[in-house]
């Protein structure tokens, strides 16, 4: 078999040369085994329509055996010649034929240099995508604190909100002045406890 790996014939016909030609061979390998099988048939039934036949089913087999050998190494030689003048006259696209999918580069020729060009231009914009990707992750994550950030705002908002209505309800419009207010209750209350911790240590001790 050819080493050639013919891959310009392989996508126009959809397979290489090469397995179109070992699907052949085996196919008349096949072939061969079946007819010298059918050939032996044909003896053995002969054979036994001779009375008295000194010749044995294994000795025709033996021979046949030697028969089917000789044949494959003549097929195997002329198989060889045929494999050769399909791979080069009719299995193989000339060098000046190009497949309709390539003649944009019949249209648009580039040389090897221009190739490598391209290829590290395409390269550049690969990696410009990757820092652009990488760029867009980060500002949704920014993105995604600001979220954070924006909704503990508001419910800071909220409770400035409530505590100004709680002021207002205690006769305070003004948020200082609700916040001073807050303070001295809180005061007033932390008093309170202190008193009620000393009362209770007294009573306690007494």
Avoid: W
Avoid at 64 to 85: A, N, P, S, V, Y
Avoid at 117 to 137: A, F, N, V
Avoid at 146 to 156: M, W
């Amino acid at each position: 078999m050819s080493v050639d790996p013919m891959t310009y014939e392989a996508q126009f016909f959809g397979f290489t040369p090469q397995t179109c030609m070992l699907r052949i061979y085996i196919a008349f390998q096949d072939y061969l085994f079946e007819v010298m099988q059918a050939v032996e048939q044909v003896i053995l039934k002969k054979l036994d329509g001779i009375p008295d036949c000194a010749i044995s089913p294994v000795q025709i087999r033996k021979c046949t055996e030697k028969f089917l050998c000789f044949m494959k190494g003549r097929f195997d030689t002329l198989f060889g010649k045929m494999e050769q003048l399909f791979l080069q006259l009719i299995l193989r696209i000339p060098p000046n034929v190009l497949l309709p999918e390539d003649k944009s580069q019949e249209m648009h020729p580039y040389s090897e240099e221009e190739f490598q060009l391209l290829q590290k231009e395409i390269e550049q914009l690969q990696e410009k995508y990757k820092t652009e990707l990488c760029t867009k992750q980060a500002l949704l994550a920014e993105l995604e604190e600001q979220k954070i950030v924006q909704a503990k705002l508001k419910q800071t908002l909220s409770l400035f909100d409530e505590l100004e209505n709680v002021g207002r309800d205690q006769g305070t419009s003004d948020f200082r002045e609700s916040l001073v207010f807050l303070v001295q209750n809180s005061r007033k209350l932390q008093n309170i406890r202190d008193n009620v911790e000393k009362e209770s240590k007294r009573l306690k001790i007494s």
